[in-house]
């Protein structure tokens, strides 16, 4: 997996990740993240250890299968959701916690060679009812390749995130 990503979108929070907030995430708004390539070698390692099933690790299986050849796991494409996440868009001041993602889907595999990009959209920003320091926020992210725009990933995360200090 190569890193060195960066903003895609024409906008980006407009504080940094490491002074960004609960406020400084907008219902509504939109960024994108990437670009990460995974290898071959990549998939074939995370399968092993983590998702050891034929399609993942088996050259001649996955060939005879219903994509063609080695995919990427569920779990690694996720991972690499993960990391685009984790670098651009949540706060290393603020975040506190995740309660869940839902809606988790890949309609598309992750094919060795593969770059991708990540799109979020905060569906929601709420502060907490219980614990005023924090609010909700909730986003829709979208695992997107580079090459053909296919969608690789789906999901709805949770995030609490700490509300600015006065």
């Known amino acids: 997996m190569t890193n060195g990503t960066r903003t895609l979108s024409d906008t980006d929070f407009p504080t940094p990740i490491g002074e960004r907030y609960f406020e400084d995430y907008r219902a509504g708004a939109v960024y994108e993240y990437g670009h990460i390539t995974v290898t071959e070698a990549e998939i074939l390692?995370?399968?092993?250890r983590f998702d050891p099933q034929p399609i993942h690790i088996d050259r001649a299986y996955a060939e005879s299968g219903p994509f063609g050849g080695i995919i990427a796991s569920g779990w690694h494409t996720s991972a690499v959701c993960m990391r685009l996440f984790a670098d651009h868009y949540l706060s290393r001041v603020a975040s506190l916690a995740s309660p869940g993602i839902d809606e988790l889907r890949w309609p598309s595999p992750l094919r060795p060679g593969d770059s991708v990009r990540l799109r979020t959209t905060i569906v929601e920003a709420r502060p907490s009812r219980s614990k005023p320091d924090r609010g909700i926020v909730t986003t829709d992210?979208?695992?997107?390749?580079?090459d053909d725009d296919r969608t690789v990933?789906?999901?709805r995360a949770m995030n609490?995130?700490?509300?600015r200090p006065s």
């Not at 609490?160 to 509300?163: G, K, N, P």
């Open 141 to 146: 992210g979208v695992l997107i390749t580079k």
């Open 45 to 48: 390692e995370f399968a092993e």
């Open 153 to 155: 990933l789906t999901l």
């Open 160 to 163: 609490l995130v700490r509300r």
